[in-house]
C-alpha cells in the first residue's frame, strides 16, 4: 500500500470528498486506511448496573482507493510513485514534483 501512518490525505470521493488529515491506521490486509477527524461514527454503549449509558463516536475506516496523498514539498494532492535510489532502497515519489516524499517529511519535521 503506497500510504503509511501520518501522512497528511486528502479524500477524493464519498460524503467527506475535499476533508483533509493525516492517516491514524492502515489496514493493509483490508485495503483500508482512518484519517483523523473523517468518517466519525457514533456508537450507542447500553447502560449497565454499574455504569450510565454513553456515545462513543470513533473514526471508521473506510477505503484506501478515496484518498490521495498530499506531497509535502508541493502540497498538491498527487499519486504516488516508486523509484529504486542509488543505495537500493525503495523510496515513494511525487507524481507532480518529482521529489522524494519521505525526504521532504524529514525535512519537515526538522523545521518543527
Do not use: W
Request: charged content about 35%.
Amino acid at each position: 500500500m503506497k500510504i503509511k501512518v501520518k501522512d497528511n490525505v486528502l479524500v477524493t470521493a464519498g460524503k467527506y470528498k475535499g476533508k483533509t488529515g493525516p492517516v491514524m491506521r492502515v489496514f493493509k490486509k483490508t485495503g483500508k486506511v482512518t484519517v483523523e477527524k473523517v468518517n466519525i461514527r457514533t456508537r450507542h454503549i447500553k447502560k449497565t448496573a454499574t455504569q450510565a449509558g454513553q456515545r462513543l463516536q470513533y473514526e471508521a475506516p473506510f477505503s484506501a482507493s478515496n484518498v490521495k496523498l498530499i506531497c509535502p514539498s508541493c502540497k498538491k494532492a498527487t499519486r504516488i510513485a516508486y523509484k529504486l535510489m542509488d543505495d537500493g532502497k525503495k523510496t515513494r515519489f511525487c507524481k507532480k514534483c518529482n521529489e522524494s516524499v519521505e525526504q521532504a517529511k524529514v525535512a519537515m519535521e526538522k523545521k518543527k
